[in-house]
């Protein structure tokens, strides 16, 4: 008797650890981790200016964004870092009206070399200022039109590796460089992110977490579609955005069998998104998971004070509550009510401290949980052809329009 099938039946933990194994030597993220910091820490010990801007979208800034937002508060930065994204011309114009362009690097990133809102920015800071190899810099493919134009201006470039897709970037020039440039330790992010990789490719605890849950999220995808990030720090603000891209874009994919899937990331702030969202989440539709994030050690200790407010006696036993202990006590509380409900599943994610390990620990276990549901899931999680057919469309309607 023969045989043939197209079945794609549960894949094993053990099959998806061998496909991530085998496709970490083509797919480039995994293995950014093991690269010489020494040329991009070069680099930044010559930069003068005092205001460092990036211009760029997606993948080309918002993982630069999220460890900036989350150390900035707590390291002595001598530079500022600030992103230029949108092509809001309102968003654009209060932004440049608050930086010295006259000592300012600019640093460009797009992958492609093409990427029109990147690029029109830049235009309009060339009609600003003189842009040149004093004042600016390039990261790009090797082959990119950006980097013809760097090359033909005698401008700076650090390359992106073709293997390494924008949203997986951040560990790369991309992130690493402007993240250096301001006085951020990039060895200690290499580090902390170095960590996660050998706890996970030699199958210790980070195996198992990514495994289970990747697992879980796909098995329950058509019950639990919508996966909610509860971060209790507005210092991960920026994660949220970032994590949204990496799960959306990557996972937002048709499969092999030609069926839609997708996991719907929704990155919120505790303790303010209790007061809006948790409403939705406790007694809305049984379709969301919840990871709840929460800083143990904020190296701040502002304390509520003793401080009598007639009227409001009542509230007084919270005072001399250190804040940083009452937004864990928040999180605990909403931790609590979400498990008492029984069927809403969640999980908690306690990070250590604010430091460059901890941010690039998160960050790189979240890669690597993505690329373990893709795999569960049967589909790509390096493209984005929505996202494409977008950019052609744009392309041809700027192209018929009347200067």
Not at 33 to 55: L, M, P, R, T
Not at 92 to 120: A, M, P, Q, R, Y
Not at 311 to 333: K, R, T, W
Not at 357 to 366: P, T
Request: aromatic content about 10%; hydrophobic content about 35%.
């Amino acid at each position: 008797m023969n045989y043939q099938h197209n079945f794609n039946t549960t894949i094993s933990d053990k099959d998806v650890f061998s496909e991530i194994v085998r496709e970490k030597e083509d797919v480039g993220y995994y293995n950014l981790v093991h690269q010489d910091s020494s040329v991009f820490k070069e680099y930044a010990s010559g930069v003068k200016q005092k205001n460092i801007v990036v211009i760029g979208i997606g993948g080309s800034t918002l993982g630069t964004y999220a460890i900036y937002k989350f150390l900035k508060y707590s390291k002595n930065l001598t530079k500022k870092l600030h992103f230029l994204e949108t092509t809001d011309p309102v968003d654009i114009k209060s932004k440049i009206k608050n930086i010295d362009l006259g000592d300012t690097l600019f640093i460009v990133i797009s992958k492609s070399g093409t990427t029109i809102e990147t690029v029109s920015i830049f235009k309009y800071i060339n009609s600003l200022i003189k842009c040149d190899s004093s004042n600016t810099l390039v990261v790009t493919e090797s082959d990119s039109k950006l980097n013809e134009y760097a090359k033909a201006n005698g401008i700076r470039n650090f390359e992106i590796p073709k293997n390494v897709g924008g949203r997986f970037s951040v560990f790369s020039a991309v992130g690493l460089l402007p993240l250096a440039i301001v006085g951020i330790d990039i060895d200690e992010l290499l580090d902390g992110a170095k960590e996660v990789y050998d706890s996970f490719f030699q199958k210790g605890q980070t195996y198992k977490r990514v495994l289970k849950k990747a697992r879980f999220f796909v098995e329950y995808k058509n019950s639990f579609n919508i996966n909610v990030v509860f971060s209790y720090s507005s210092r991960l603000e920026g994660f949220n955005k970032w994590y949204i891209q990496l799960w959306g874009e990557s996972l937002g994919k048709v499969d092999i069998n030609s069926t839609r899937q997708g996991l719907t990331p929704i990155g919120i702030i505790g303790p303010i998104d209790q007061h809006s969202f948790l409403q939705l989440i406790v007694e809305g539709r049984r379709d969301k998971t919840v990871t709840v994030i929460k800083v143990d050690d904020f190296d701040n200790d502002l304390k509520i004070p003793h401080v009598k407010l007639k009227g409001l006696e009542e509230l007084d036993y919270i005072d001399g509550i250190e804040f940083s202990s009452l937004i864990n006590q928040q999180a605990d509380a909403t931790i609590e009510s979400i498990n008492n409900l029984n069927d809403i599943p969640c999980d908690v994610i306690t990070i250590d401290t604010i430091d460059e390990r901890s941010c690039a620990s998160l960050m790189y276990e979240y890669e690597l949980l993505t690329s373990t549901c893709a795999k569960f899931m049967y589909i790509n999680a390096y493209d984005q052809p929505g996202v494409e057919a977008g950019k052609v469309i744009l392309k041809q309607k700027l192209k018929t329009l009347e200067k």
